[in-house]
């Protein structure tokens, strides 16, 4: 998953100045994934690698269904604000569950953008195993927020961000 020209670059709501507990991606809450999510930017995707433990499972085997809709979502957000520089919220989405996602197995999660029309932007995702065979699948619409919802849903703006990737999210100035 990395590419020798450095085009990975590390995403993580500390660069926006607020602060997060995302059961997905943020490394500081302990019950939750913290899976690391990175801006392809040759490929114009977000993806993260991971592996998760029994205390993500359904099945005793699988990882729960919630929480891999859980992580394509996650992916899909990423997506809004890397690629489509723009802070949403998910309106819709659906998945399709090819196989099942193993626990203790590397999986990795890809989204994109697949167009933006207005406040609506249109995401696809997928989780495939380390072995390139396709487990689950995703689209959702997201609703780009404007700067009174991104302000609600970031809450107090720190270290000097502005809410600028609205209807266009937060970044440092």
Known sequence: MSHENGSLIPLSNDVWGFESNCFVCEPRNTAGLAI???HDTIASAVLAEFSLDERFSGAPRYVH????LAILDEAMAWATIALAQRFAITAETTTQFERPIRLGQTHIVTARIERIDGRNIFTTATIVRSDGK???TAQARFSGLDAEQAENAIGDVVNGTDIDYT???????
Do not use: E, I, Q, Y
């Open 36 to 38: 690391p999510f990175r």
């Open 65 to 68: 269904g919630g929480v891999a």
């Open 134 to 136: 396709l487990c689950a």
């Open 167 to 173: 209807t266009g999210a937060a970044h440092k100035t």
